[in-house]
């Protein structure tokens, strides 16, 4: 029960309550902290890190696969983005998990708990910890959040408006002429899925697909532009 009220405002901000704490416990237990105590009983966070890497690779591919309509290189980048160290510690630093930590004497003087690497490792560990004690949709539940934020914020540094490039291009020739023509949707109201080709005069130099006409004219653009020599290097 004691280890439950020192870990009460952190479970609060994890949106989860943890029905066996100690793993929580051991999720904010660094190698520093129990290679100091040298007790059989206190164990780091390495091995629940370890798990904790493969859940949240899980979730992250899953949530990709079913909501976003690029090919398999554009998802492995997306995913890697939301999951690598700097992704990781701004998530452990959202929760104020440094406050949190257990650290040995040395790691905790020198800076240990706003260490990106043993934050970031911190937060894989407390996925682990979710994980184990209510399940993959009590973890998923936790990370979507994170993952959907990250990912907003990943589109609008990395946004190309493919559309405007293509136009500029095609601008050159004055005779030529760009459209961009809806031939599909699929899918309920609030998940639909929409077709769209871009035509230069009559012919069909581009198709995209994606969740709203904008996003799949913007693909069809982009493959125009692949075509022309003009694609992301």
Sequence with gaps: MEIAENYAALMDKLGYTFQNPRLLENALTHSSFANERKARECKSNER?????????????????????T????ELTK????LVCEK?????????????????????ARTGGAERPSILADAF??????IFLDGGMEAARTFLLPFLMKELSNHRR?????YKTTLQEIIQQNPEERLDYVLTGE???DHDKTFKVEVHLNSNVIGKGR?????EAEQQAAREALQLMGYGDK
């Design 70 to 73: 690029g090919p398999e290189g």
């Design 87 to 107: 992704a990781l510690f701004s998530y452990a630093k959202e929760l104020e998990l440094g406050k949190y930590l257990r650290l040995g004497k040395g790691e």
């Design 210 to 214: 994606g969740r709203s006409k904008k």
């Design 186 to 188: 699929s899918g309920p």
């Design 124 to 129: 894989e560990a407390v996925t682990a910890a």
């Design 78 to 81: 997306l995913r890697a983005a």
């Design 157 to 161: 540094l990395h946004f190309k408006d």
């Design 48 to 68: 629940l890190e370890f798990l904790g890497d493969s859940v949240l690779g899980m979730v992250t591919a899953v949530h990709l696969f079913h909501k976003e």
